[in-house]
């Protein structure tokens, strides 16, 4: 898990998404193990992250259980079973705050490196 957390993490990257952070949830009472938050620029930023972490996703091993189809929303998911990948706006991440709801959750700064 740790090579393919690494991986979507260096898309992040890659794609200029403000503020990625990975949270462990294994020790929570949600049925995931990662959640991976970001914040992006626009709309069309949105779309383009969000079809790049699904083409990956849809070839790793994960399976890829949903994903938002629409646009012009603060928050779209990605559910990959293990890891559930969140986007928002910056409106959207302010507002749902899930760091915040979160904060026991332990944060992983840095994937693989």
Do not use: C, Q
Not at 6 to 21: G, K, T
Not at 39 to 57: C, F, G, P, Q, W
Not at 79 to 102: C, M, N, P, Q, T
């Amino acid at each position: 898990m740790e090579k393919i957390l690494s991986e979507l993490f260096d898309i992040l990257v890659e794609m200029e998404a403000i503020d990625p952070i990975v949270l462990d949830m294994s020790e929570t009472p949600i049925p995931t193990e990662y959640f991976i938050i970001m914040t992006a620029n626009s709309d069309v930023h949105m779309k383009s992250l969000r079809e790049r972490l699904v083409r990956y996703i849809k070839r790793s091993e994960l399976p890829l259980i949903y994903y938002d189809k629409g646009e012009g929303h603060d928050w779209l998911l990605i559910d990959a079973g293990d890891i559930v990948i969140h986007i928002f706006s910056k409106k959207g991440r302010e507002f749902y705050d899930l760091e915040g709801l979160w904060v026991d959750a332990r944060r992983i700064d840095t994937v693989g490196r």
